[in-house]
T-cell receptor, first 109, second 111 residues
């Protein structure tokens, strides 16, 4: 099992550009999550999903969108990127235990 | 929403000593309290967790205690080793939904 995979590993965006961060898990977990981690800080929940077709907002959802059309995939969409969205983004899956992906480092300039 | 505070922000101990990290939470409905270890540049990894119907849980050198009345929980690491050096995060949630993390504790174990 690959576990939780994320692409890309690193991306530079210009202000106002859009992008999709990909997340895939092969553990057949219903629960999936997106977090952001700013330097020297803890993780903040952006969105989560308890199953295909169901998503809900977390602590910091503004500026992001998600969809969950399959159990495996949970993409995170950034519209109109802003410097405040510079962060490391982690995807996770699992209910009893959350398994994290390797992260995507995003820099918005 | 839930608010989790974590102390201290940095902790330095000698190898072999014990380390204690404390967290408080605000929502009395929270019932799941995991602890994560994150090494530099790596993903967070679960090291231990506890549910609200349990007061203490142990796994080798690591233990977590929970005081529901006071709304605080603590991580105890005994016989610390240099490889324990990392950032540790506590978190709280209701049935693993909308999990809120503390700001983290950077633990340094000096050989």
């Amino acid at each position: 099992n690959a576990g939780v995979t994320q692409t890309p590993k690193f991306r530079i965006l210009k202000i106002g550009q859009s992008m999709t961060l990909q997340c895939t898990q092969d553990m057949n977990h219903n629960y999936m999550y997106w977090y952001r981690q700013d330097p020297g800080m803890g993780l903040k929940l952006i969105y989560y999903s308890v199953g295909a077709g169901i998503t809900d907002k977390g602590e910091v959802p503004n500026g992001y969108n998600v969809s969950r059309s399959t159990t495996e995939d949970f993409p995170l969409r950034l519209e109109l990127a802003a410097p405040s969205q510079t962060s490391v983004y982690f995807c996770a899956s699992g209910q009893e235990t959350q398994y994290f992906g390797p992260g995507t480092r995003l820099l918005v300039l | 929403g839930e608010n989790v505070e974590q102390h201290p922000s940095t902790l330095s101990v000698q190898e072999g000593d014990s380390a204690v990290i404390k967290c408080t939470y605000s929502d009395s409905a929270s019932n799941y309290f995991p602890w994560y270890k994150q090494e530099l540049g790596k993903r967070p990894q679960l090291i231990i967790d506890i549910r609200s119907n349990v007061g203490e849980k142990k796994d080798q050198r690591i233990a977590v205690t929970l005081n529901k009345t006071a709304k605080h929980f603590s991580l105890h690491i005994t016989e610390t080793q240099p490889e324990d050096s990392a950032v540790y995060f506590c978190a709280a949630s209701i049935y693993n939904n909308d999990m809120r993390f503390g700001a983290g504790t950077r633990l340094t174990v000096k050989p």
